[in-house]
């Protein structure tokens, strides 16, 4: 049989054509060697596909979880530098639990003692308030933190303050197919949290990172909130100011907030908190 294809090949390579046997054994050899040919590239071509679907897999999941979850149109909300604001003449050391800062007097002297050990305080005077949670304990939210940081490509280490100004600063439109597997990673993880971290629609915010406290304020509209934490992760909390004339005032938060400052005591301090029913005030 391999002396007939040898001399249908150098018939045909010398212009005669063949028939009969030796014509179809020819178009046999050469039918196979093209399907062998047509296997290799079908091999070859799933091989590519299946690198580009593992490489791309974690942009393929995050279009089609972000559409299904409604995280597609997810806008950075705009952060600025807090500026230093002095704290004004006159106004009074407030203290809650381990935290102390400053308050205009009105507000100061106008404090309402915890309800049904409710663990917050609340400063009212006329149309502002400023109500304070009592410190926390951070541990609780450690592991969210260690999260954070080994999705990050940087390796950054996060306090809640600079985690909440990182997502706050995602946009949807910040995907690229360019991106590595583990920048998508990071993407999805900020956009995410965003949507469960915001605390005021839209708005902007305002931070601050110095040596001992870390906070970041959201502000929009006649409320603004503030969450703090101490730098090694001991402790943190919000305080949340109110204007009900419409707008809240920029200066006195950051004046409010500025002037904080985080004590030692944590546990000890808030069960005082809550069970004290008048001010604390140092003059």
């Known amino acids: 049989m391999r002396e007939i294809t040898e001399e249908a090949v150098e018939s045909r390579a010398s212009g005669n054509e063949l028939t009969g046997p030796n014509s179809v054994l020819l178009d046999q050899e050469r039918a196979g060697r093209a399907l062998r040919l047509f296997l290799v590239a079908i091999v070859v071509l799933l091989a590519v596909m299946a690198a580009t679907a593992w490489h791309y897999r974690y942009h393929l999941w995050w279009l089609y979880g972000s559409s299904r979850l409604g995280l597609g149109e997810v806008q950075a909300i705009p952060d600025h530098p807090m500026p230093n604001i002095p704290t004004p003449q006159g106004w009074v050391r407030c203290r809650v639990g381990c935290v102390e800062f400053s308050l205009p007097p009105e507000l100061a002297k106008n404090r309402a003692a915890p309800k049904n050990g409710a663990p917050i305080v609340t400063f ?34 996060f306090t809640i303050p600079r985690l909440r100004r990182a997502c706050y600063q995602a946009s949807s439109g910040d995907f690229r197919w360019s991106m590595t597997p583990n920048e998508v990673r990071w993407h999805a993880f ?94």
Not at 140 to 154: T, V
Not at 190 to 218: N, Q, W
Not at 221 to 235: L, P
């Open 124 to 157: 009212q005077e006329g149309s502002r308030s400023v109500i304070v949670d009592l410190p926390r304990d951070e541990g609780e939210l450690s592991d969210l933190l260690e999260i954070a940081a080994g999705l990050c490509p940087q390796s950054q280490r």
């Open 190 to 283: 900020c956009i995410a949290m965003r949507k469960l971290m915001e605390l005021i629609p839209d708005g902007y915010t305002e931070s601050f990172f110095r040596e001992g406290v870390e906070g970041i304020v959201h502000f929009g509209g006649e409320r603004a909130v503030f969450e703090w934490e101490t730098s090694d992760r001991r402790c943190g909390g919000y305080m949340h100011f109110i204007d009900r004339t419409g707008k809240v005032d920029p200066f006195w938060v950051r004046a409010v907030c500025g002037s904080l400052k985080v004590l030692n005591e944590v546990e000890a301090d808030n069960r005082k908190a809550l069970s004290d029913t008048t001010a604390s005030l140092d003059r």
